[in-house]
């Protein structure tokens, strides 16, 4: 559980895991802020589930790859809220692509929100959190990020860079009380993986020894206990919640 008045901010929670996050933290007691970039209506409905459980909920719109934009969104939350306890970097895009056809562009878009992003808000959040001596962060990386795939050198090489930013940050903020974990989902039921076609997802399915996908809400639980009050002896660490894919 998380104690009651603890605020959090999700980044990239307009929906999917972003939004399980979002409503398992504030089911866990937390009031929540959550960023998104575009969807509006998508926001507003993730806003209306926390709400639903009887959080405070506040919507910010920006792009967590621009430092203009996570200055104000934070500056907005400590308007909004007086204070951050807990953030989740979740926010992440793909443009994938094999190598030898990959633009410079399509690199440089998903380092720069996938793993620039993560750095930006991580970088504001710790103030409040220093001062508090108290915060929990948690980076969503993925298996990719582990194992490497074909067609997303891009997207690997930024949630693998989450992970080393993870472990780093942890060492430097273990003595603030501050931990700072990542959770390296598998393939999750979404509306991506509902478009594979049928051999891709037998192919996935076949290297996932429980044999099938993630459910988000299983991301989520995973952390909302990383950033809940019991797991405070923990940090620096990848969890990887992808139904024993990359296990060894």
Same mark, same amino acid.
């Given at each position: 559980?998380? %104690? ?7 980044? @990239?929670? @307009?929906?999917?895991?972003? *939004?399980?996050?979002?409503? #398992?933290?504030?089911?866990?007691? +937390? ?8 969807? /509006?209506? %998508?926001?507003? #409905?993730? +806003?209306?589930?926390?709400? #639903?459980?009887?959080?405070? !909920? ?23 809220? @007086? ?6 970097? &979740? ?12 633009? $410079? *562009? $399509? =690199? /440089? %878009?998903?380092?720069?929100t996938n793993l620039k992003g993560a750095y930006? !808000?991580? #970088? ?14 948690? &980076? ?13 050198? &891009? ?36 509306e991506l993986t509902a478009s594979l076609p049928?051999?891709?997802? %037998? ?7 429980? @044999?099938?996908?993630?459910?988000? $809400? $299983? ?5 909302? =206990?990383? !950033? ?21």
């Open positions: 559980m998380i %104690e009651s008045g603890r605020v959090a901010l999700v980044t @990239g929670g @307009g929906r999917g895991i972003g *939004r399980a996050v979002a409503v #398992k933290l504030a089911e866990a007691g +937390a009031d929540v802020a959550v960023t998104y970039r575009s969807n /509006d209506a %998508e926001a507003e #409905k993730t +806003a209306a589930a926390v709400r #639903k459980q009887g959080r405070k !909920c506040e919507l910010y719109k920006g792009d967590v790859a621009s430092a203009e934009d996570v200055e104000r969104i934070f500056a907005s939350v400590k308007d909004s809220f @007086g204070r951050l306890d807990i953030l989740v970097n &979740n926010a992440g895009i793909t443009r994938d692509n094999l190598l030898m056809r990959m633009k $410079e *562009r $399509e =690199f /440089d %878009e998903v380092i720069e930006l !808000c991580t #970088k504001a959040a710790i103030r409040p959190m220093i001062r508090a001596r108290w915060g929990r962060i948690v &980076n969503i990386t993925s298996v990719v990020g582990i194992s490497g795939n074909a067609g997303q050198a &891009n997207y690997a090489a930024s949630k693998a860079g989450v992970i080393g930013l993870t472990k780093s940050v942890a060492r430097e903020l273990a003595n603030r009380n501050i931990t700072v974990n990542a959770v390296a989902p598998g393939y999750v039921e979404t049928d051999d891709v997802k %037998e192919q996935i399915l076949a290297q996932t020894p429980l @044999g099938r996908f993630a459910h988000a $809400e $299983e991301v989520a639980a995973s952390v909302a =206990f990383l !950033c809940g009050e019991e797991a405070g002896y923990i940090t620096g660490q990848t969890l990887a919640v992808d139904g024993g894919m990359t296990m060894q």
